[in-house]
């Protein structure tokens, strides 16, 4: 997701993936606030990036989007 910044990337399977996650997390309602947080860990030196609407507990973290 860092390559193509707010674009999906252009494969099949994430595509059929996003696609998969809107159906279940559409909201009805406008008033509702999302905020997607981005939180990077170095696991057997590579780094794994990973994104969730839950604030994480502890560590480091960066707001990436925040919707109405």
Do not use: F, H
């Amino acid at each position: 997701m860092d390559r193509y910044g707010q674009r999906v990337p252009p494969y099949r399977e994430t595509l059929n993936y996003v696609r998969r996650v809107k159906k279940q997390t559409a909201v009805s309602s406008s008033s509702v606030r999302r905020v997607i947080y981005k939180t990077v860990q170095v696991v057997d030196g590579r780094r794994i990036t990973t994104y969730t609407d839950t604030r994480p507990s502890s560590g480091q973290y960066e707001i990436v989007d925040t919707r109405r």
